[in-house]
């Protein structure tokens, strides 16, 4: 049974918009996945959203679910390849079915230890093919640790990235250069922003905290505020 609907500000089940020109779509996942991100899109590519699997109050004890509210009607599918079973999503009414996590993307903090910059474009070839915006390349974490902000446009991915400190070689030829292996650069994914407009909303004043100490836990709070995890760059 889907997630009962209650009223605003209430804890526990979401609210569920059906009203005469939307609907409502219920993914059951495994309590493993849950906080991690599933993405859903309509199969005219018209429609991309998602949205992080939670544990919610059911009949029958908690209940581990992706809920998507106010989808216009039409055929979803998980956006992970345009592959697997199909959704219809009816106005005025809740669809429901169960996944088993092919189609989830890694947490939106990336998962439990990020990933080299190599595995990260590898996973999606949209990636690397992508446009970028970066957002700067010395936030700051309390520590002092210094990381770089960038948006993939075609995923809408706002990730974060660590370089590790390397010392700088001369060659004997006296050129300079610093050898850094890809496994060393670590990215971590922190939410999935729409579009530009979306992404200026939200980081709105962000030239003017980059590179303050502590920078890193204002975008923290930005992301919190828009609905999105908190920010740990712990594992980077």
């Known amino acids: 049974m889907a997630p009962e609907a209650r009223a ?33 899109r309509s199969v005219d ?11 919610w109050p059911g009949g029958g004890g ?9 989808l216009a009607p039409g055929t979803y599918r998980l956006a992970q390849g345009h592959r697997g079973p199909a959704f219809e999503v009816g106005a005025g009414r809740v669809t429901e079915a169960a996944v088993d996590g ?8 990336g998962g439990p230890s ?14 690397r093919a992508s446009a970028e915006v970066e957002l700067g390349q010395d936030w700051l974490d309390e520590s002092g640790r210094r990381f770089e902000l960038s948006w993939v446009e075609a995923t809408g991915e706002l ?29 971590k994914v922190l939410a999935r922003v729409p579009d530009r407009l979306e992404l200026e909303r939200l980081l709105a004043g962000w030239q003017d905290q980059m590179g303050r100490p502590g920078g890193l836990g204002w975008l923290s709070g930005r992301l ?9 760059a712990s594992d980077l």
């Open 102 to 109: 092919a189609g989830c993307g890694p947490s939106p903090g």
């Open 159 to 187: 990730y974060l990235m660590s370089e590790p400190v390397e010392p700088a070689v001369e060659d004997p030829l006296g050129d300079v250069f610093v050898h850094l292996p890809t496994r060393e650069v670590r990215v």
């Open 8 to 40: 605003e500000g209430t804890r526990g089940a979401p609210v569920l918009s059906l009203g005469p020109g939307s609907g409502a779509l219920v993914l059951r996942a495994p309590a493993s996945l849950e906080g991690r991100q599933l993405e859903i």
């Open 45 to 55: 590519d018209a429609v991309l959203v998602h949205t992080v699997v939670r544990r």
């Open 114 to 127: 990020g990933m080299d910059i190599e595995e990260f474009y590898a996973a999606d070839p949209r990636r």
């Open 62 to 70: 908690p209940v581990a679910a992706a809920v998507f509210c106010e």
């Open 224 to 232: 919190v505020a828009a609905g999105h995890p908190p920010v740990s």
